[in-house]
């Protein structure tokens, strides 16, 4: 069956430092992917997305997502997070519908 | 603001009531879509339309949901005698239709049945 996992629930990063938000996906043929994130009381909205070419993404807020078949995953990273950062994200592979992990929410230590 | 709007945002019900949803798309888009997402999991796809037309439904709609799009322009989603499993956000998005394009969101209504 057609999945997305998103491993961790809850990451925890100081502000300033690296982040890296893991995806894999389990899919019959590579899906589009994307990843969403979703502010309290906010809807989603979409960071960046994956249908072919360079697998390396850049989207916008300063992040960017590697997409690695060999690995079936698709993992977000940012080089520097800031307090606004804080929010839950969401991959998402779409094949004939979309399916969503169920998400990470980043907590961002002062 | 030319997003995606959905009304109302918070939704109080006791059990056994009826309710209704709406959800107002990105006028160009000719797709819509809802999604139920409770505490702790991601989206859960529930229907589709292109135009009027809804062309998909989950296993997750029961009889007691149904959705519709009369104008191809906004559309209202009505669950009937609510029970408490039916809290959640209800999501709305929209899409241009034809090839792989991103889906919009709304801002949800947040369902509390009582």
């Known amino acids: 069956a057609q999945s997305v996992t998103q491993p961790d629930i809850h990451i925890t990063v100081s502000e300033g430092a690296s982040l890296e938000l893991r995806c894999n996906y389990s899919?019959?043929?590579?899906?589009?992917l994307f990843w969403y994130v979703q502010s309290p009381g906010q809807g989603l909205q979409l960071l960046l997305k994956?249908?072919?070419?360079?697998?390396l993404v850049q989207g916008i807020k300063g992040f960017e997502a590697e997409f690695k078949r060999s690995q079936s995953s698709f993992n977000l990273r940012k080089p520097s997070v800031h307090w606004s950062d804080a929010a839950e994200y969401f991959c998402?592979?779409?094949?004939?519908?979309?399916?969503f992990g169920k998400g990470t929410r980043l907590h961002i230590l002062p | 603001d030319t997003g995606v709007s959905q009304d109302p945002r918070h939704k109080i019900t006791k059990r056994g009531q009826n309710v209704t949803f709406r959800c107002d798309p990105i006028?160009?888009?000719?797709?819509l879509y809802w999604y139920r997402q409770t505490l702790g999991q991601g989206p859960e796809f529930l229907t589709y339309?292109?135009?009027?037309?809804?062309?998909?439904k989950s296993r997750l709609l029961s009889d007691r949901f149904s959705a519709e799009r009369p104008k191809g322009s906004f559309s209202t989603l009505e669950i009937q005698r609510t029970e408490q499993g039916d809290s959640a956000m209800y999501l709305c998005?929209?899409?241009?239709?034809?090839?792989?394009?991103?889906?919009?969101f709304g801002p949800g209504t947040r369902l509390t049945v009582t």
């Open positions: 998005a929209s899409s241009i239709a034809g090839g792989i394009h991103e889906q919009y």
């Open positions: 899919y019959g043929a590579t899906p589009y």
């Open positions: 994956y249908f072919s070419g360079d697998t």
């Open positions: 998402a592979g779409l094949d004939d519908k979309i399916i």
């Open positions: 006028s160009e888009h000719n797709r």
């Open positions: 339309f292109q135009n009027e037309a809804q062309l998909e």
